[in-house]
């Protein structure tokens, strides 16, 4: 069953909607955000059990794709186009894929339409360790990640999901949903049997230091997206967007001022 995604918008014009990546929210765009809104009505909107929208039990691609089409029917929006990051570019793959004719253009930002192998419990089980009830402040929180989460970047990012409400602190993140379904995250939809594919103009952004896109994926990449041009930001890793902001946003600015 669909959800009702939380959002925020920004700007005026034909429709983008970003779709952030696992453990994040739709605030992590904002700053990319008002810079296209200049020229598009940008929508933010969480995923199920991220943010402020719903915390549900499942969260498989086939799911998250119901929602965005109801995110989309909600807000009268058809077609739009659509960006996703990691997570939210196999959203916007998948339901490129199942609901072609309400995707203007799509942009995957630095993902493949495949199972991934990663280990997420690096990240799960210090954000499940930490002790909640008995945290100071944010600072208090930071630091204990630190012993097992040395990168500040990363630690910062993952901070934003703590909120304190009523004197107590909580995860905006459904941690134990995301456990439980982390094969659901690292996985992929099947389409073979159906031979479906998208043929709309597709930009696949991928950092060049990432390895989550890599040469060997371009085959299968081409047969599910056949007009599909592929793009590497020099110098990014997985999370080019706020490592290569300005180069990031000129690619993504002429795509879809001007189709490719």
């Known amino acids: 069953m669909s959800v009702r995604l939380e959002f925020r918008e920004h700007g005026a014009g034909e429709p983008l909607v970003i779709l952030h990546g696992l453990f994040g929210s739709g605030a992590n765009w904002n700053s990319i955000a008002r810079r296209l809104g ?14 402020a929208s719903p915390h549900v ?3 498989s691609y086939l799911d998250m794709a119901g929602d965005l089409g109801r995110f989309l029917e909600d807000h009268r929006i058809r077609p739009a186009h659509i ?7 196999k959203v916007a793959m998948t339901f490129a894929l199942l609901h ?3 995707v203007q ?6 993902i493949a339409p495949i199972t991934y192998e990663h280990d997420y419990d690096w990240v799960l089980g210090p954000l499940e360790a930490l002790d909640l009830a008995n945290l100071r402040d944010r600072r208090d929180a930071d630091e204990r990640l630190a012993r097992d989460i040395p990168d500040v970047g990363l630690r910062g990012f993952l901070l934003q999901n703590l909120r304190q409400q009523d004197g107590s602190w909580r995860w905006r993140i459904n941690l134990p949903v ?9 996985s992929f939809p ?3 049997a159906e031979e479906r594919n998208f043929r709309g103009n597709t930009l696949f952004l991928y950092g060049a230091k990432s390895g989550y896109v890599s040469e060997a994926m371009v085959p299968g990449i081409l047969r599910l997206f056949p007009d599909a041009h592929l793009h590497a930001i020099e110098g990014a890793g997985h999370w080019l967007h706020a490592e290569r902001p300005a180069q990031f946003l000129l690619q993504v600015e002429r795509f879809l001022v001007r189709g490719r």
């Open 83 to 89: 960006l996703g990051h990691s997570m939210g570019g």
């Open 38 to 51: 200049s020229r598009f009505r940008v929508l933010l909107p969480d995923l199920r059990n991220h943010g």
């Open 178 to 186: 995301l456990r439980r379904r982390i094969d659901d995250i690292r």
């Open 190 to 192: 099947d389409f073979s």
């Open 100 to 102: 072609p004719s309400l």
């Open 57 to 59: 039990d499942e969260m």
């Open 105 to 110: 253009s799509l942009i995957v930002a630095d």
